[in-house]
């Protein structure tokens, strides 16, 4: 996940690397379907991401 927001930091500048994924106040069990329903629809393949 971080390289991911390496490569594309111009977008996900710290997306992932200070979120406390188990904080349910922070992150409720409905905002983290959205957040995997999001990212499942992303094509991951190298030519779409780079």
């Known amino acids: 996940m971080r390289e991911i927001e390496r490569v594309k930091s111009d977008i996900l500048y710290r997306a992932f690397g200070t979120g406390d994924w188990v904080d349910k106040e922070k992150f409720t069990d409905?905002?983290?379907?959205?957040?995997?329903?999001?990212?499942s629809a992303i094509d991951y393949k190298k030519r779409s991401v780079l």
């Open 30 to 39: 409905d905002l983290n379907k959205v957040i995997i329903e999001g990212f």
